[in-house]
T-cell receptor, first 114, second 113 residues
Framework: AQSVTQPDIHITVSEGASLELRCNYS??????LFWYVQSPGQGLQLLLK??????LVQGIKGFEAEFKRSQSSFNLRKPSVHWSDAAEYFC????????????FGKGTHLIIQP | NAGVMQNPRHLVRRRGQEARLRCSPM?????VYWYRQLPEEGLKFMVY????????ESGMPKERFSAEFPKEGPSILRIQQVVRGDSAAYFC???????????FGNGTRLTVT
């Protein structure tokens, strides 16, 4: 069965600084990979996804993520964060087929300092 | 095109009562998934349904929990005889197909007193 690890429970970044949120997965083949964002009181919004092809994926709100097979990682990055980026970020893996839905990491809580 | 609609947003039940959570998928979506979010545990898959069929319920507790997605109307997650440990946020997601990204609703926060 697939699993997802987000090693950082909380991350604090100054507004305007760069951001990288880590995500490692465990799965025998190449999975489908996703990043979702959950703003306070909101549902989950898809930021970006990787299915195949170019390993650098561009998403909404200026986010990008890079799939690195050798490291089993799919880290989320943003060159300059805004106060509105403060939220909970979830990495997820789907082992193709979709029958089991997604397996989510435990989330990383992003705090933006002024 | 309205997104995934969940209601109610907040639900308070006393121990032993029944909780019914509703989810209307996005238009054109026939696949529905339910997830439970417990504090510091992230999101846990509960059940995957297509119209009138349960495809995968491997994440559902064996007792008291049930889900349906009838031909007409919303998907319902039903929790009978609720206990304090059922307090959580329950998210519904829908997709047009098995390999499509999920679109999530805003969740229902269940509080059991």
């Amino acid at each position: 069965a697939q699993s997802v690890t987000q090693p950082d429970i909380h991350i604090t970044v100054s507004e305007g600084a760069s951001l990288e949120l880590r995500c490692n997965y465990s799965y025998g083949a190449t999975p489908y990979l996703f990043w979702y964002v959950q703003s306070p009181g909101q549902g989950l919004q898809l930021l970006l996804k990787y299915f195949s092809g170019d390993t650098l994926v561009q998403g909404i709100k200026g986010f990008e993520a890079e799939f690195k097979r050798s490291q089993s990682s799919f880290n989320l990055r943003k060159p300059s964060v805004h106060w509105s980026d403060a939220a909970e970020y979830f990495c997820a893996v789907e082992a193709g087929g979709g029958a089991d839905g997604l397996t989510f990491g435990k989330g990383t809580h992003l705090i933006i300092q002024p | 095109n309205a997104g995934v609609m969940q209601n109610p947003r907040h639900l308070v039940r006393r121990r032993g009562q029944e909780a019914r959570l509703r989810c209307s998928p996005m238009k054109g979506h026939s696949h529905v998934y339910w997830y439970r979010q417990l504090p510091e545990e992230g999101l846990k898959f509960m059940v995957y349904l297509q119209k009138e069929n349960i495809i995968d319920e491997s994440g559902m507790p064996k007792e008291r929990f049930s889900a349906e997605f009838p031909k007409e109307g919303p998907s319902i997650l039903r929790i009978q005889q609720v206990v304090r440990g059922d307090s959580a946020a329950y998210f519904c997601a829908s997709s047009p197909g098995a390999n499509s990204p999920l679109h999530f609703g805003n969740g229902t926060r269940l509080t059991v007193t």
